[in-house]
């Protein structure tokens, strides 16, 4: 195996090292790599066609070394298993030696160039030369093996360290989070004057569900929708697709799967016991469990002309997470599945303008489930709450009467550049002046929670489904679902949906 040379693109790195970082090519270093499992903080990334790797560090580590107590801090606030002093000196290790090979490397090129002359020089001085340079090339490639193995522990330690926190974002557990907002009416039993059903009861009396059959087809946890059920989930896609393009998104459709170094790099853990994510075996590919992945994948390795920004991008895709862990009566029925239908909002921008657009991406939101008649909850989620790649995260909790509880339908995070760092996305502020971008992602249409707040919130005494009035556009002018011709109605709607196209 003959590894390639590349140059490390990190700009925390000393200015004398940048461009004279490469992997080593002696043999040992060759085998010690070959055997070693990259971390999630190395990527095989650039420009298509380039045939370029690229790599990023995970976080920006003189930030680190600079900001040791913040960064300390940050940590225990989060409640995450990283040590900032053990990154900062590997760090320290890390440049040392660096600094020892890129000495070695000198002093080899001047013993080559004396070499180059070797037929002039006297006997005893082309011998010492000769072993001067056996020397130089064995302690040489003694070292690299060592700064490799300390920049593949760097990384993993690194990898570990999460984003900084909004100083607005409350501190501690979910219990902490703030309620920043309210909409719509909480309707119980009571207020409703009926007994309110789960959504799992009315959607099987309606047929428009069916787990007992896909059990045996895929397992436990996968479903089919069928019927009005299926022109549900159609409409809820499109209804969300056509108001992404109305707010200026680029619509887009990605591929299922994703390498794992894109999955990593978004943040998004793809190996180990308690990873929710499905990997391919005998491959390096996942399959996605959101479309923030192949959105986030899509610039990677690049750099983008600061015009370009901010870039707005909205997708469709099926998501597929293993739902490790999960289990009991709350999570039932379409609530936690393995495999649903998402439409996701992904947005690279200035790093200034990042605060303002996830307050604009949180509003989007609020004004799309308004229109679905939903009562929900808008929260700033605490510090215990943030996964790693989040510098602050909305989520939205619908009430579920038939649940009789509330769930999140939709989060909305900044991640500032902490995605931009590890999928090396940056853009030119001016000549020569290349920075990370800030990435945003939120939710715009989580199929199956979306599902169940409209079938609890707008079930009906007789156990139909008044259908919202801005979904019925897209399920060919059906205003309700009824139990007693459910199949005719569903006809009649792809028909009138027919017609309409």
């Given amino acids: 195996m003959v590894l390639r040379k590349h140059a490390f693109i990190n700009p925390v790195l000393p200015s004398c090292l940048r461009a004279s970082r490469a992997f080593p090519s002696s043999t040992k270093a060759n085998a010690f790599l070959r055997n ?135 501190r501690g557990s979910e219990e902490n989070s703030a309620l920043l907002s309210e909409y719509g009416t909480k309707q119980t039993s009571e207020t409703a004057g009926m007994e309110l059903k789960p959504h799992l009861e009315l959607a099987t009396a309606l ?15 996968f479903y089919y929708m069928r019927n009005a ?16 393009a109305k707010n200026g998104f680029t619509l887009m459709t990605t591929p299922d799967v994703a390498r794992e170094e894109v999955v990593a790099g978004c943040g998004f853990q793809p190996r180990g016991e308690s990873s929710q994510v499905y990997r391919i075996e005998d491959s390096d590919l996942c399959l996605v469990g959101t479309a923030e992945i192949p959105l ?17 991008m909205a997708a469709f895709s099926h998501c597929f997470r293993r739902e490790v862990g999960a289990a009991g009566s709350t999570t039932k029925g379409l609530y936690r599945v393995h495999q649903f239908s998402k439409v996701e909002m992904f947005v690279i921008c200035h790093p200034e303008d990042s605060d303002r657009l996830h307050e604009e991406l949180r509003l989007l939101e609020e004004e799309m489930y308004s229109s679905l008649g939903l009562h929900f909850q808008v929260l700033d989620m605490p510090t215990q709450d943030l996964g790693n790649p989040a510098y602050r995260k909305y989520d939205i909790e619908a009430w579920m009467p038939g649940r009789g509880s509330y769930g999140e339908i939709s989060s909305a995070s900044n991640c500032t550049d902490y995605q931009a760092r590890r999928l090396n996305i940056r853009y030119r502020e001016s000549q020569g002046d290349n920075r990370f971008v800030h990435t945003l992602n939120a939710t715009a249409c989580a199929v199956p929670r979306m599902v169940i707040s409209i079938l609890e919130t707008h079930q009906q005494e007789d156990g139909s489904i008044r259908i919202p009035e801005v979904l019925r556009p897209f399920m060919g002018g059906m205003e309700e679902i009824k139990a007693d011709h459910v199949s005719h109605k569903t006809r009649e709607a792809v028909s009138a949906t027919q017609r309409a196209v």
Wanted: aromatic share 4%.
């Fill in 36 to 170: 070693a499992r990259f971390c999630s903080t190395r990527h095989r990334l650039g420009r298509p066609g380039s045939g370029r790797v690229v790599a990023s560090a995970a976080v920006d580590l003189k930030f680190v070394k600079e900001n040791l107590p913040a960064v300390r801090q940050n940590i225990a606030d989060r409640a995450v298993a990283a040590d900032a002093d053990l990154v900062v000196k590997l760090y320290d290790q890390f440049v040392q030696l660096s600094i020892s090979v890129d000495n070695l490397r000198q002093k080899r090129n001047e013993n080559a160039k004396l070499m180059k002359s070797a037929g002039k020089m006297a006997p005893e001085q082309r011998q010492k030369c000769i072993a001067e340079g056996k020397e130089l090339k064995s302690a040489l490639a003694d070292l690299e093996v060592k700064l490799a193995e300390a920049e593949q522990l760097l990384d993993v330690e690194a990898s570990k360290i999460p984003n900084m926190t909004h100083p607005s974002v409350p």
């Fill in 207 to 221: 047929d428009m569900v069916d787990f007992e059959n896909a059990a045996r087809v895929s397992g436990h946890k």
């Fill in 229 to 244: 059920g299926a022109l549900l989930e159609l409409a809820l896609v499109n209804w969300a697709m056509t108001i992404m």
């Fill in 296 to 312: 986030g994948g899509y610039h990677s390795g690049q750099i983008l002309d600061k015009q370009q920004l901010p870039i707005k």
